[in-house]
């Protein structure tokens, strides 16, 4: 079993429309949870983190952690043709600058 | 203020060749990771320098790697001799010492391996 499951996608939503991308994982040690955000031949940019479960919210984005489903999810509301990217999911036992364990990745398209 | 750099940006070499990858992390950031994302899956660990340190080199894949980063400065990254399976696109990313928790990658250096 993957440490980190995460649709590949890709996932495509009309502009102003919810998106939802999860991630499941089995190991009970993590702690910190982060979304990263690919744009196109870029690396990976730090979109939010939690530190263990509930939500965060920033702007449009919100991101929840349910520890006892083993379930991470991140929201963007009012979605943009700027938003296409691909969205990470990753994890950390200890420290958010640790080893991280990343999903695959969902590819995320926003039709204009 | 730079941002991390990579280069090459994309290197095609063929099996049995070396290659060198370097990275320049941000300026003043103690803490610079190597990963590996192999095509169809997973953004992947390498290591961890601390400085000159090498932190944790737990997700190297085998010995014809071989990290270095000179003066806790920039790292380099060398492959020899090269396989097929070692393509990929190889990220580095850098944090200050008392790190917010958020890593800094670079745009990467895609390897072919032929």
């Known amino acids: 079993q993957k440490e980190v499951e995460q649709d590949p996608g890709p996932l495509s939503v009309p502009e102003g429309a919810i998106v939802s991308l999860n991630c499941t994982y089995s190991n009970s040690a993590f702690q910190y949870f982060m979304w990263y955000r690919q744009y196109s031949r870029k690396g990976p940019e730090l979109l939010m983190y939690?530190?263990?479960?509930g939500n965060k919210e920033d702007g449009r984005f919100t991101a929840q952690v349910d520890k006892s489903s083993k379930y991470i999810s991140l929201f963007i509301r009012d979605s943009q043709p700027s938003d296409s990217a691909t969205y990470l999911c990753?994890?950390?036992?200890?420290?958010?600058?640790?080893?991280?364990?990343f999903g695959k990745g969902t590819r995320l398209h926003i039709l204009p | 203020e730079a941002g991390v750099t990579q280069f090459p940006s994309h290197s095609v070499i063929e099996k049995g060749q070396t290659v060198t990858l370097r990275c320049d992390p941000i300026?003043?950031?103690?803490?610079l990771y190597w990963y590996r994302r192999v095509m169809g899956k997973e953004i992947k660990f390498l290591l961890h320098?601390?400085?000159?340190?090498?932190?944790?080199e737990s997700g190297m894949p085998n010995n014809r790697f071989l990290a270095e980063r000179t003066g806790g400065t920039y790292s380099t990254l060398k492959v020899q001799p090269a396989e097929l399976e070692d393509s990929g696109v190889y990220f580095c990313?850098?944090?200050?010492?008392?790190?917010?928790?958020?890593?800094?990658f670079g745009e990467g250096s895609r390897l072919t391996v032929l």
């Open positions: 300026s003043g950031h103690d803490n």
């Open positions: 990313a850098s944090s200050p010492q008392r790190s917010t928790g958020e890593l800094f």
């Open positions: 939690t530190y263990s479960s």
């Open positions: 320098f601390v400085k000159e340190s090498k932190q944790d």
């Open positions: 990753a994890m950390t036992p200890r420290n958010r600058d640790d080893k991280i364990i």
